[in-house]
C-alpha cells in the first residue's frame, strides 16, 4: 500500500514511526517546506491549502491510503478543495482525524457515536461539517476517528509541570476524555484494515477532571502540585475557556468492538507512569 498524509503533524509522525513499515511508499505534507523532516524517509511536500504543485497531486492520486489530518477552514476541508478532482478518479482508504468536540456540552452524560452532535463553537462546526463532506464525497471508504484530548512524548502533564505552565483550573462536574498517541496510531491502523467505512471514538477508557492529571504528575516528580484555582476567576484566554464549556464522557466501546483496538494506556496513569519511566518531565 502507498500512504500519503495530509498533515504530518504530530499524531501523523506518531503514525509513521509506528507503522511506516507497513507501507511501499509514504509522503505527506507540511506548511513550510523548509521545516525540519525528523523522519527522513517520508517524502515531504508543501501545501498550505493554496494550489498544490503536480508532484503533489500525482502522489495523491497514486496512494491507496490517504490520512487527513488537517483542519477545516472557514470555506471548509482545504483538502477536498484541492485534490477533490483527483481523489474522485478512483477509490481508495481514507482516514480523517476529527475530534470528540463535535458532541458539545452534556454535562459529564456519557456518550457515543449514536449521540447527535450539538458543536456549539465556529471550530466544531467546521470540523463536523468536513467529517460529513468526506463522509458523502463518494472517494473511497471513509474512516472518521474522533479525537480525545491528545498527548504522549513531549506534550503532557510531566512535561508542563517541569516548565512552570501547569495550572489546576477546578471547575466542578467537568470532565476531560484523553488519548494517548501511540493508541491514536493502533487506531488509525485498525481503521485503515478494516473493511468499512464509519465513525469511531478514539479516547481513553477514563475520563477525568483535569486537575486530577496535573496531581497525578506531580506525585510521580515528588513536587508540589500547582495552587487550585476556581474557573470562574481563573485568567485564561478565549480559546482556553471555551475548551470547559463542554463536558462529556466519551465512550470507546465501538472502537474496541468494531475496530478491535486494544489500548496500550487505558488511563492516563498508565501513560504517566510509562513517560515518567522514559525520563519524561526530568
Given amino acids: 500500500m502507498r500512504l500519503f498524509i495530509l498533515g504530518l503533524g504530530y499524531s501523523a509522525r506518531h503514525f509513521v514511526r509506528k507503522f ?27 501545501f498550505s491549502a493554496s494550489r498544490p504543485v503536480d508532484a503533489t497531486v500525482e502522489r495523491i492520486s497514486d496512494a491507496d491510503v490517504l490520512l487527513v489530518s ?3 477552514g472557514s470555506d471548509g476541508d482545504p483538502a477536498i478543495a484541492a485534490f477533490g478532482d483527483v481523489l474522485a478518479e478512483r477509490q481508495r482508504k481514507i482516514v480523517y482525524l476529527s475530534t470528540i468536540g463535535v458532541y458539545g456540552d452534556h454535562a459529564g452524560r456519557w456518550v457515543d457515536e449514536s449521540t447527535l452532535p450539538q458543536a456549539a463553537f465556529e471550530r466544531t462546526r467546521l470540523r463536523l461539517a468536513a467529517e460529513q463532506a468526506w463522509t458523502n464525497s463518494g472517494y473511497g471508504n471513509v474512516a472518521i476517528l474522533r479525537l480525545a484530548g491528545i498527548y504522549g512524548p513531549g506534550r503532557n502533564a510531566l512535561v508542563t509541570l517541569r516548565a512552570g505552565t501547569a495550572r489546576r483550573i477546578i471547575k466542578p462536574g467537568q470532565v ?13 491502523m485498525a481503521a485503515i484494515q478494516h473493511g468499512h467505512g464509519g465513525t469511531w471514538n478514539v479516547c481513553d477508557d477514563e475520563p477525568t477532571p483535569p486537575q486530577d492529571v496535573i496531581a497525578y504528575a506531580a506525585q510521580l516528580m515528588g513536587v508540589a502540585p500547582p495552587p487550585e484555582e476556581a474557573f470562574e476567576t481563573a485568567e485564561m484566554s478565549v480559546m482556553a475557556r471555551s475548551f470547559y464549556a463542554s463536558s462529556a464522557r466519551v465512550s470507546n466501546a465501538k472502537m474496541k468492538r468494531e475496530l478491535g483496538v486494544t489500548l496500550a494506556y487505558p488511563t492516563y496513569r498508565q501513560a504517566l507512569d510509562a513517560l515518567w519511566r522514559a525520563g519524561e518531565g526530568r
Fill in 70 to 72: 488537517i483542519p477545516p
Fill in 176 to 188: 476531560f476524555n484523553r488519548i494517548h498517541v501511540e493508541d491514536i496510531a493502533s487506531a488509525i
Fill in 20 to 46: 511506516g513499515g507497513a507501507f511501499s511508499h509514504v509522503a505527506g505534507t507540511v506548511r513550510d517546506p523548509g521545516e525540519r523532516n525528523d523522519l527522513p524517509d517520508i517524502e515531504v511536500h508543501a
